[in-house]
């Protein structure tokens, strides 16, 4: 059974109560609401009119409760049952705009419903394809995550006017939110930390109003048009053209990967002892993502995916249960009747924004080098990580450049995280290439060879990416193995070492001729130790018991063969 981290209140089965429950959802409610402005910036880059944005708004709201609902649900194969908030995501906005000015808001909500059953039927394959997320790949696409998010944090945090002037009133109320947040979620005792982002929030807003950054006449305009008011959606024009299908594709495998990563993130902050991705899940999590798009096309706004900066939210609360974000999912259907809760939401102080992005990229940043450094590292991997980075950042920093590309490709290599993980996956593809996994060598019977096995395992693991807890085990058993056979004479000849490597296994055998290993099931005692001169050797057998999963001795055409199983 999984086992939730110390960090970690109330655990993705838990059932934390309903008024807790409640808060937490509406805090999440709150940050996705924030989210509307990509939405809405689609309606003006396409010219859009004031009923087009009404109903966009209306669309989204419902679109991103219906993503939440499916992606937290878990149950019959749909939806990776995490606490995992979807809201109208940024990597659909570039192929959105274009598909707007050639024929209109219904060209691309239409090509958001293919595009959201090209992730659908991608998510059905997406179990084989196993070998292409490696622990160290995942944890760039999560390190990339974060760090695509500095940007804009960044430039809402300073109130940058330009690439000069920093307003100091909105750099007061961002770090006021900022530090609050940091400091509820470090120092205080109980649950209070559950609430840490909106406690932070309600401060900014305060700060802001008391600082200038918003008047208080703006926030009196929300009111207008009364408190409850039926939703409406225009029924959308929708429409398909051949020449903007492949950058619709492209554009839902990059959503794609980015809800992989977000699913692995959540798999990770929920396991103490995480090993690898359950695919299963995964796969799951990916269906919901593809059917959440579908249907935001169909109601009339852009594509959805699964929201990083909620993740990064819920680990830094410790709140993980899906009860959350099925409530949240109820909140926000219930905000479409509540008018004047959007409109509040929309007008959140860009600096309160910039700290809650700041907040969230730091957990998704540590939490992504955690995964890359869970698996031993030798050259080809090293570049793997380090180039993928690099390409991630160049696409932060060559943004002048990239923006001269097509609309289509420019949404693919203009997101940093989107680059980063396609040149990880790629480059992983290639350094495989030469990289055996059996391997063996031949040491003397002499205490010098044991240091060469211990080399040699870690080069190896290296090479592998074996898990470092897994190759230690596997070094202290071979190490104590060698001592006992090395000491006590048993080997009349070379020692051979095979190995074979696989995820989820990894073999050593053990072969010489000579006197066979005393199989020892028991631990001796103390005196038995003291009294009997072959206990050491019996003490030895335990010891590599223990270090094991399973341990085997038998004999081979006259040989002496000791196997050792490790679960990886």
């Known amino acids: 059974m999984e086992q939730k981290p110390a960090s970690i209140i109330y655990g993705v089965n838990d059932i934390p109560p309903f008024g807790t429950t409640l808060i937490l959802a509406i805090q999440h409610a709150i940050l996705a609401l924030v989210f509307i402005v990509y939405p809405l910036?689609?309606?003006?880059?396409?010219?859009?009119?004031?009923?087009?944005?009404e109903g966009v708004v209306t669309a989204s709201i419902l679109a991103m409760a219906i993503g939440t609902f499916l992606q937290c649900l878990g149950r019959k194969g749909m939806g990776s049952g995490y606490?995992?908030?979807?809201?109208?995501?940024?990597?659909?906005?570039?192929?959105?705009?274009?598909?707007?000015?050639?024929?209109?808001?219904?060209?691309?909500?239409?090509?958001?419903?293919?595009?959201?059953?090209?992730?659908?039927?991608?998510?059905?394959?997406?179990?084989?394809?196993?070998?292409?997320?490696?622990?160290?790949?995942?944890?760039?696409?999560?390190?990339?995550?974060?760090?695509?998010?500095?940007?804009p944090a960044i430039t809402r945090f300073l109130g940058l006017h330009g690439n000069s002037y920093v307003d100091p009133h909105a750099f007061a109320v961002a770090l006021i939110t900022l530090s609050l947040m940091i400091a509820l979620s470090i120092w205080p005792r109980g649950?209070?930390?559950?609430?840490?982002v909106l406690i932070g929030l309600a401060a900014g807003y305060?700060?802001?109003?008391?600082?200038g950054v918003i008047d208080l006449a703006s926030l009196r305009a929300v009111t207008e048009g009364g408190f409850l008011a039926l939703p409406t959606i225009p029924i959308p024009d929708w429409k398909f053209q051949w020449a903007l299908l492949i950058p619709f594709l492209m554009t839902a495998l990059v959503s794609s990967l980015d809800t992989v990563a977000c699913i692995i993130t959540c798999q990770k902050i929920n396991q103490t002892e995480w090993v690898r991705p359950d695919m299963a899940?995964?796969?799951?999590?990916?269906?919901?993502?593809?059917?959440?798009?579908?249907?935001?096309?169909?109601?009339?706004?852009?594509?959805t995916g699964v929201s990083s900066a909620h993740i990064a939210l819920s680990s830094a609360t410790g709140a993980t249960a899906r009860r959350i974000g099925l409530l949240t999912a109820i909140v926000l259907v219930a905000t479409a009747f509540v008018p004047p809760i959007a409109k509040l939401l929309s007008r959140m102080p860009a600096p309160v924004i910039g700290a809650v992005l700041v907040y969230a990229a730091a957990f998704l940043i540590t939490s992504g080098m955690e995964l890359i450094v869970s698996r031993m590292l030798d050259t080809r991997r090293i570049f793997m990580v380090g180039g993928s980075i690099i390409v991630g950042l160049s696409a932060i920093q060559l943004t002048e450049l990239i923006q001269r590309l097509p609309p289509w490709l420019y949404?693919?290599?203009?997101?940093?995280?989107?680059?980063?993980?396609?040149?990880?996956?790629?480059?992983?593809?290639?350094?495989?290439?030469?990289?055996?996994?059996?391997?063996?060598?031949?040491?003397?019977?002499?205490l010098p060879g044991m240091?060469?096995?211990?080399?040699?395992?870690?080069?190896?693991?290296?090479?592998?990416?074996?898990?470092?807890?897994?190759?230690?085990?596997?070094?202290?058993?071979?190490?104590?193995?060698?001592e006992a056979v090395i000491l006590s004479e048993l080997a009349?000849?070379?020692?051979?070492?095979?190995?074979?490597?696989?995820?989820?296994?990894?073999?050593?055998v053990v072969l010489y001729s000579g006197l066979p290993f005393p199989a020892a099931e028991e631990c001796p005692s103390p005196e038995q130790l003291l009294a009997d001169e072959n206990a050491i050797m019996r003490l030895s057998g335990a010891l590599i018991r223990q270090y094991a999963d399973r341990v085997v001795f038998d004999s081979q055409k006259e040989r002496q063969r000791i196997s050792l199983h490790f679960e990886h």
């Open 83 to 151: 606490l995992a908030v979807n809201l109208t995501t940024p990597i659909y906005l570039p192929v959105s705009i274009q598909a707007a000015k050639i024929g209109g808001l219904g060209l691309t909500f239409g090509m958001t419903v293919i595009a959201g059953l090209f992730s659908v039927v991608f998510s059905r394959f997406l179990k084989h394809f196993r070998h292409l997320f490696p622990a160290e790949v995942c944890g760039v696409a999560v390190v990339m995550l974060g760090i695509s998010m500095v940007g």
């Open 41 to 53: 910036m689609l309606v003006s880059e396409s010219g859009g009119t004031q009923l087009d944005a």
């Open 451 to 482: 240091s060469e096995a211990l080399r040699f395992f870690e080069s190896q693991g290296g090479a592998w990416g074996a898990r470092r807890q897994v190759i230690q085990r596997v070094q202290a058993a071979v190490n104590e193995l060698l």
């Open 411 to 446: 949404s693919i290599v203009g997101s940093p995280f989107a680059v980063a993980s396609l040149c990880a996956i790629a480059l992983n593809l290639l350094f495989r290439i030469g990289t055996s996994q059996s391997a063996s060598m031949r040491i003397e019977p002499q």
């Open 492 to 508: 009349e000849g070379p020692i051979d070492i095979q190995t074979r490597f696989d995820e989820y296994h990894l073999n050593v």
């Open 191 to 196: 649950h209070i930390r559950l609430y840490s």
């Open 281 to 303: 899940t995964v796969s799951d999590g990916v269906l919901a993502d593809g059917a959440g798009a579908a249907m935001a096309g169909a109601l009339g706004t852009m594509g």
């Open 206 to 211: 305060v700060a802001a109003l008391w600082l």
